[in-house]
């Protein structure tokens, strides 16, 4: 069975600081996708960032970059310039590619506050 | 466009009664899911929908719990009888291809609370 493993329950940053929040998952899927969630107090699950197991190089999206390392089985989200507006729950995400489940798989995720 | 949207907003219940969840998916999106999330958890994955294939019903904690959707539209999660644990937030998310290559859009939740 493939599970996601959020090390980090909370964490804090201060604004405009840099922020790494880890993440690791099991499978032995080789082709696959990882994604990050972001859930502010509003419940509302956003899209963060989102990569495939094939592409060697790592998914950024402006202030959002990962850290991908396969062999490892680690996904990484980096937040540069941490803004107030970035405090919210962050959930990594796993799912297998094809077949005929799409769900996610999710780990129980990580609360970051970012601090004036 | 118009995002997932789900109804109601919030529902309390009284243990032993039956509830009726909304979601209305994104248009034109052939796959839909529903998920739950109790406190302080992440997302378990309940149900899904992929156009006019069987459901697949394999996260269902249990036979009071069940889903409908009609078509690519809008799809209804039924609990009957519920009980305390059945408290959390369930959310939907729909998407254009099933298989993991699209990316999944959430719906804000439905917050369940059963007395």
């Known amino acids: 069975a493939q599970t996601v493993t959020q090390s980090q329950p909370e964490m804090s940053v201060q604004e405009a600081e840099t922020v790494t929040l880890s993440c690791t998952y099991d499978?032995?899927?080789?082709?696959?996708?990882l994604f990050w969630y972001k859930q502010p107090p509003s419940r509302q699950m956003i899209l963060v960032i989102r990569?495939?197991?094939?592409?060697?190089q790592n998914a950024t999206e402006n202030r959002f970059s990962v850290n991908f390392q396969k062999a490892a089985k680690s996904f990484s989200l980096k937040i540069s310039d941490s803004q107030l507006g970035d405090t919210a729950m962050y959930f990594c995400?796993?799912?297998?590619?094809?077949?005929?489940?799409?769900?996610?798989?999710f780990g129980k995720g990580t609360k970051l506050s970012v601090k004036p | 466009g118009a995002g997932v949207s789900q109804s109601p907003s919030n529902k309390v219940t009284e243990k032993g009664k039956d509830v009726e969840l909304r979601c209305d998916p994104i248009s034109g999106h052939t796959a839909l899911y529903w998920y739950r999330q109790r406190l302080g958890q992440g997302l378990e994955f309940l149900i899904y929908f992929q156009g006019n294939s069987a459901p697949d019903k394999s996260g269902l904690p249990s036979d009071r719990f069940s889903a409908e959707r009609t078509g690519e539209s809008v799809s209804t999660l039924t609990i009957q009888r519920t009980q305390q644990e059945d408290s959390a937030v369930y959310l939907c998310?729909?998407?254009?291809?099933?298989?993991?290559?699209?990316?999944?859009?959430f719906g804000p939740g439905t917050r369940l609370t059963v007395l």
């Open positions: 499978t032995s899927e080789s082709n696959y996708y």
């Open positions: 998310a729909s998407s254009t291809l099933a298989g993991g290559v699209d990316t999944q859009y």
């Open positions: 995400a796993f799912m297998p590619y094809g077949g005929s489940q799409g769900n996610l798989i």
């Open positions: 990569q495939e197991a094939y592409k060697q």
